[in-house]
């Protein structure tokens, strides 16, 4: 079982930017599918990003351009850059490993 924990979520205002981690209990040399989703309120979850063991990332149309993937094999650790944020960004945001491991979430709130 692979222990997942978000960090770097909270407010912030139209426009500006944060950075989501997600530290594994597992090393992350031993996992090939790593990803983001996100659930806003009344909402299903839904895919933000994904990258693979090999670096390849693929992104939803909605944060394509304004969102980056990373992951940090070395510090068992993937990472999510969101700038331009957008209310619409607003959701709990899930650190995921192999479609199959959870985090608990991590709030990010877009609001002036």
């Known amino acids: 079982q692979v222990q997942l924990v978000e960090s770097g979520g909270g407010l912030v205002q139209p426009g500006g930017s944060l950075r989501l981690s997600c530290a594994a209990s597992a090393s992350l040399f031993s996992i090939n599918n790593m990803g983001w989703y996100r659930q806003a309120p009344g909402k299903q979850r839904e895919l933000v990003a994904l990258i693979t063991s090999v670096g390849s990332a693929t992104y939803a149309d909605s944060v394509k351009g304004r969102f980056t993937i990373s992951r940090d094999n070395a510090k068992n650790t993937l990472y999510l850059q969101m700038n331009s944020l957008k209310p619409e960004d607003t959701a709990v945001y899930y650190c995921?490993?192999?479609?199959?491991?959870w985090g608990q979430g991590t709030q990010v709130t877009v609001s002036s």
């Open positions: 995921n490993a192999e479609f199959h491991h």
